[in-house]
């Protein structure tokens, strides 16, 4: 099995390296085209399955999402869910962590293979890749029908109705950086755009946790994903996205283009990692 804590390190100094080269394309590459020009308009949206999935994983107890930048969801979100600690997709979820090392952009990567709720089906059939190695077919199958009981058990969606005008209001505020992205750098690196789309999904829950999942369809379509958590707020306790923000986005779609070379390599790459990631003696 991949090593879920060293590889990605590789793959995120990859993806860092990209992002550098993103930031300085005007004096390398072609010139930029204005974002209002490309053929990709993203909208900022702030996605229930990121939220659903993000709350099972916080009540499961995984540290990445764990932590209460945004203060005033986090709370309210262990208010509402208080007793749903011990739900069976709640005990699942806790059990693929220890035993297939489900966490971090795993748990994210589930969210965008799901239809949105309630259906919560799968939007392509799980494989023992997708919707990432590390949940395996069997028990991606098995967590999806313990999420659909979760969202009906616990009564989701008065939640997402509760706090549907703050999401609008962390989406309106995080487009207003997203318009300043060009979207054609990724064409001019690659050399190509994936035949599907660019999705950008504000994550309230994450908060320093960034990710960049994919959906490829039967067809050959991609679906490219950056899901940007949440780590600042204004006087008011809402939402708040500077500048820095910018480079993220980036970043994460440099993994939407990449990660795929991490599974179809791993094997090869494994020692590499382990190489890279032992510590040097102390001389």
């Known amino acids: 099995m991949i090593s879920v804590c060293k590889l990605p390190r590789i793959f995120c100094g990859i993806c860092l390296l990209l992002t550098v080269q993103a930031a300085g394309a005007e004096t390398s590459l072609a010139p930029v085209r204005n974002h209002n020009d490309s053929s990709y308009s993203v909208m900022a949206e702030v996605d229930r399955r990121v939220e659903l999935l993000s709350v099972v994983a916080r009540l499961a107890a995984y540290s990445e999402y764990v932590n209460n930048q945004f203060k005033s969801y986090a709370a309210d979100v262990d208010a509402f869910f208080a007793n749903y600690r011990n739900h069976p997709v709640v005990e699942y979820a ?21 239809d949105p709720p309630p259906k919560l089906t799968q939007r392509v059939t799980f494989t023992e890749k997708a919707p990432d190695p590390r949940w395996g077919k069997e028990a991606a199958e098995r967590f999806a029908d313990l999420l659909r009981r979760f969202y009906s058990d616990a009564n989701r969606e008065r939640f997402f109705q509760a706090h549907e005008a703050m999401y609008k209001t962390a989406a309106a505020r995080f487009q207003l950086v997203l318009n300043k992205v060009d979207f054609d750098w990724y064409r001019r ?10 999705n950008l999904y504000v994550g309230l829950l994450n908060g320093g946790g960034n990710y960049g999942p994919k959906v490829v369809h039967t067809d050959g379509t991609e679906d490219l994903y950056a899901i940007i958590g949440t780590s600042q707020t204004d006087s008011a306790g809402l939402p708040v996205y500077g500048e820095e923000v910018l480079s993220l986005i980036i970043h994460e779609y440099n993994h939407s283009f990449i990660n795929h070379l991490l599974f179809e390599n791993d094997q090869q790459l494994n020692a590499a990692g382990e190489k890279v990631s032992t510590p040097s003696p102390i001389r």
């Open 94 to 114: 806790s059990k693929l962590r220890s035993e297939r090392g489900v966490s971090y952009d795993a748990v994210m990567s589930m969210a965008v293979h799901l």
């Open 189 to 198: 690196f690659y050399g190509e755009l994936p035949v599907g789309t660019f």
